[in-house]
């Protein structure tokens, strides 16, 4: 059991409330391979780092941190490639950052056999639960809807990813040699994405086109939505100029993908692409836009009365407006 097999990379900073769930997910793991636990401890201003250094002493073996005296994410670093990804001795990589967790015991053990019976398969992904600190809710998934346990191809793949399917950062299982391949020579697209600090959709984009994607669909990890200071907080109060800053790194990483890929999945993804323009022109309420032939199945997805009140402001943009605002006030009264 001395040959590590697989390496945890977490990113940790200012996880106090969350960090020791992460490591206890990790430390319950029943596997009959070894595996280590790395992470990157980012000059936190909480007491994330006594939680860590107090597992790292009863784990010493086991829990590798880093410890940064400045905090390395703020200054535009690659933490994974500078300091993660080095240390890693797995054949594999598992991520999770400090504010989600694992839920099943055996997730490393499900992701590893996958991976090992299928070497055409670069990537491997499961069901997630998502946890809303803002609403208490922890009965939806990530992705939204079913996908059977099994290989997908990339063109199958990507064309969940048109679908709006999405799969969260806590799932993903790489082989440590494509990790390191893509941390250290980011692609233009990962780097268009990463204007903007996201960088979970370029890894689906990049492993994805490397060949097959083993999927499981049992829930094995929880994501917690809205954390403090997490993307997915500071994009729910995201004012228009982020929205718009976020619609043009997502419209170009997405165009940087095609080329990428010589249009090979263009077509699958094609979705996507109306959703930014969508997403951009409801950032300005530009609702002819919103309801062009373009985005028709964007709207199409949204409420019946979401979708009436588009079509309404796009048709009759005056009289509508006066409508709707009476009609919001009244409602906002009777609540």
């Known amino acids: 059991m001395s040959d590590i097999k697989v390496s945890i990379l977490c990113l940790a900073f200012n996880h ?28 936190s201003t909480d007491g994330t780092a006594d939680i860590i250094r107090e597992y790292e002493s ?40 400090g504010d989600d ?13 996958a991976m090992e019976a299928n070497p055409s398969c670069h990537m491997c992904l499961h069901k997630v639960r998502e946890e809303n600190l803002s609403t208490g809710r922890n009965d939806t998934f990530i992705p939204r809807c079913e996908i059977q346990t099994g290989l997908m191809s990339p063109y199958a793949f990507f064309t969940e990813l048109g679908k709006s399917n999405f799969f969260n950062e806590v799932c993903y299982f790489f082989r440590r040699d494509d990790y390191y391949t893509y941390q250290h020579n980011y692609p233009d697209f990962a780097a268009a994405s990463m204007k903007t600090k996201t960088d979970d ?4 984009l990049y492993f994805g086109q490397l060949g097959d994607v083993y999927y499981i669909n049992e829930d094995l990890a929880s994501y917690r939505h809205f954390v403090s200071g997490s993307w997915s907080d500071d994009f729910s109060n995201a004012s228009a100029e982020k929205m718009r800053a976020w619609c043009a790194s997502g419209y170009e990483m997405y165009t940087l993908f095609n080329e990428y890929t010589h249009n090979q999945y263009a077509e699958p993804l094609a979705r996507k692409l109306k959703f930014i323009r969508y997403k951009l022109a409801e950032t300005d309420k530009d609702y002819k836009t919103m309801a062009s032939d373009y985005c028709k199945e964007i709207l199409e997805a949204q409420s019946p009365t979401t ?7 796009a048709k009759f943009p005056k009289l509508s407006g006066i409508v709707f605002n009476i009609y919001d ?3 906002r009264t009777n609540h």
Request: net charge positive; charged share 25%; aromatic share 14%.
């Open 16 to 43: 106090e409330k969350y960090i020791a769930d992460a490591i206890e997910g990790f430390l319950s793991q029943k596997t009959d391979f070894a595996y280590e636990i790395i992470i990157n401890e980012d000059a």
């Open 58 to 97: 009863r784990f010493p073996d086991m829990i590798h941190p880093i410890y940064h005296k400045q905090n390395q994410y703020s200054q535009g670093v690659n933490i994974n490639d500078k300091f993660m990804v080095p240390l890693a001795r797995g054949k594999y990589v598992a991520l999770c950052d």
């Open 101 to 113: 967790y694992w839920t099943d015991p055996y997730k490393l053990q499900k992701q590893y056999d």
């Open 329 to 331: 006030k009244v409602r």
């Open 201 to 204: 959709t370029p890894m689906l």
């Open 307 to 313: 979708a009436f009140r588009v079509r309404m402001m």
